[in-house]
């Protein structure tokens, strides 16, 4: 029997997915990722955590009180459902669309990831809003953007069968892509006690972690070791684009991220931090952090993907 004939008789409805649909799929759910990833943030800088009292509910009924910090708080977690959803059928697409073994293991995490977000958010609730914990909601959120990138650039080469630019390239490349990803996160984490430091930790009555300057001291120059290591591996690039041209492009507008966001960084440390600014700063940091992965999945070779 068939495998049509057996889930017909089993009364499963005939879904039909290709590489073009697990595409899409993929890249819808790194943008939802991303667009979650911002929002929480926005929730945490105008110190709205707390708006929504307990969880999942939202006060005495699942809608929000008609207030600011009510809606923002709110609005986070209907972008989380959403995301929930959209990595969902990325998973359900890449199951039958048959993708290689190891992807489909990737895409098969971004939902269990998503799942911890939710149960990390409803403990950040029940604690209060405590700095550490609401940092760990945030470098979450940046490992599923991470799995989702691996899980695009798979996409990607399923629907692009053409050589990979790592096997145009020399093989040095793509270590020193991969030793940016610890640097990245480094320079993620410090900016987090930044934030918990400062004005924005989630709200009037929360507890700041840190001194402000010396976590700043510290971020800073974290930036300048990898601007230094990052504009190596642009030069590099630069040097060989004959041979992957959307390669180096792609480090290159990752090269420019960067710069305007040391410039926003610097800009609203002079200002008093505003939260717009940071949360411009945390937009441009999570770009940043997407284009760093994808930079190392692309110079590793197919099969190591």
């Given amino acids: 029997m068939t495998e049509a004939a057996a889930e017909r008789r089993r009364g499963l409805p005939r879904l039909a997915f290709d590489a073009r649909a697990f595409r899409w799929a993929a890249w819808l759910a790194l943008v ?71 992807l489909l293991l990737w895409t098969l995490g971004l939902p269990l990831l998503v799942l911890a977000q939710g149960i990390l958010g409803g403990v950040t609730v029940l604690f209060e809003l405590h700095p ?40 040095w490349l793509g270590p020193l892509a991969l030793a940016l990803l610890p640097l990245a996160a480094v320079l993620v ?52 684009r004959d041979r992957a041209r959307g390669t180096a492009l792609l480090a290159g507008g990752v090269l420019a991220l960067l710069l305007v966001q040391m410039v926003v960084g610097e800009v609203q440390w002079r200002n008093q931090l505003p939260w717009e600014l940071v949360l411009g700063h945390v937009t441009l940091a999570t770009l940043v952090w997407t284009g760093v992965v994808a930079l190392a999945v692309v110079l590793r070779p197919p099969q190591d993907a």
């Fill in 189 to 240: 984490v410090t900016g987090a006690f930044v934030t918990a430091a400062g004005p924005h930790s989630g709200g009037e009555d929360i507890e700041r972690l840190g001194d402000l300057e010396n976590a700043m001291w510290v971020h800073v120059r974290v930036s300048a070791v990898f601007g230094i290591a990052f504009l190596a591996l642009v030069a590099a690039l630069q040097r060989f």
């Fill in 32 to 102: 939802a990722l991303f667009a979650v990833t911002v929002s929480g943030a926005t929730v945490r800088l105008t110190g709205s955590g707390l708006g929504c009292e307990n969880w999942p509910r939202c006060g005495d009924t699942f809608l929000p009180a008609q207030s600011y910090h009510a809606l923002i708080e709110f609005g986070n977690r209907v972008v989380g459902f959403v995301v929930g959803l959209t990595t969902l059928l990325a998973a359900l697409v890449a199951w039958r669309a048959r993708v290689p073994r190891r």
């Fill in 132 to 171: 550490l914990i609401v940092m760990g909601h945030f470098l979450l959120s940046l490992v599923s953007i991470g799995v989702a990138v691996v899980v695009v650039v798979g996409a990607e080469r399923l629907n692009r069968p053409r050589p990979s630019p790592a096997l145009a390239l020399p093989g």
